[in-house]
């Protein structure tokens, strides 16, 4: 019954490790994003898809590569893990609707995923 | 580029008190602004989203204001208590061109029982 799930909660790999993170919204949202929370708690928006399209790519590593198979899914790999790579990862959904027809609709967030990179 | 700043980065008050907190952006052309809460290991839940043509929204014991012209938004708590402790954030949706939300580095907030 969870709006914004994501899978693992807690994630500890050795450097040079590829994994994955899961992201399911049933809220029926249109547009996904990953943040990168650091140790200082700051959020920084990756990713966002809307309607499966890639809308925006920060300046993030090409090591990491979303994949959205459908507008209820938003699944982030990483290749080569690095220790500056620890960090909390979030994933969130909204109803944006389009550039001619913005929606007002609040963001609402996944528990996170600690990733722990030994 | 749009900057969003949150001050003060940490606030302890005893119970009961009323507190503001203070959220800043560099560029006023946004879409809306939100208000979250973060509990320590926890994610985000959203408090209060101010459109761009409101002034301000109310939830309970939290009223947030919005002057887009000068680039603030306040979040007050009225009669805090120790339940109110956690990490607060303010967010900026950018008006068209994307749909990118932009967060402060946010407020600590302790409430003393």
């Known amino acids: 019954d969870t709006a914004v799930s994501q899978t693992p909660k807690y994630l500890v790999t050795q450097m040079g490790n590829d994994k994955s993170i899961k992201c399911e919204q049933n809220?029926?949202?249109?547009?996904m994003y990953w943040y990168k929370q650091d140790s200082k708690k700051f959020l920084k928006i990756m990713f966002s898809?809307?309607?499966?399209?890639?809308?925006i790519n920060e300046t993030v590593p090409n090591r990491f590569s979303p994949k959205s198979p459908d507008k209820a899914h938003l699944n982030l790999h990483i290749n080569s893990l690095e220790l500056g790579d620890s960090a909390v990862y979030f994933c969130?959904?909204?109803?944006?609707?389009?550039?001619?027809?913005?929606?007002?609709?609040?963001?609402?967030f996944g528990s996170g995923t600690q990733l722990s990179v030994l | 580029k749009q900057e969003v700043t949150q001050i003060p980065a940490a606030l302890s008050v005893p119970e009961g008190e009323n507190l503001v907190l203070n959220c800043s952006f560099t560029?006023?052309?946004?879409?809306?602004l939100q208000w979250f809460r973060q509990d320590p290991g926890k994610g985000l839940t959203s408090l209060l989203l101010?459109?761009?043509?409101?002034r301000e929204q109310t939830s309970g014991r939290l009223n947030a204001s919005l002057d887009k012209s000068s680039g603030r938004s306040t979040l007050y708590i009225a009669a805090s208590q120790p339940g109110d402790s956690a990490t607060y954030l303010c967010?900026?949706?950018?008006?068209?061109?994307?749909?990118?939300?932009?967060f402060g580095a946010g407020t600590r907030l302790f409430v003393k029982a």
């Open positions: 967010a900026v949706r950018r008006d068209t061109g994307g749909f990118k939300t932009i």
């Open positions: 898809y809307n309607n499966k399209e890639l809308i």
């Open positions: 809220l029926g949202h249109d547009t």
């Open positions: 560029d006023s052309a946004i879409y809306n």
């Open positions: 101010i459109q761009s043509s409101q």
């Open positions: 969130a959904s909204t109803q944006s609707g389009t550039v001619f027809r913005p929606t007002n609709e609040k963001l609402f």
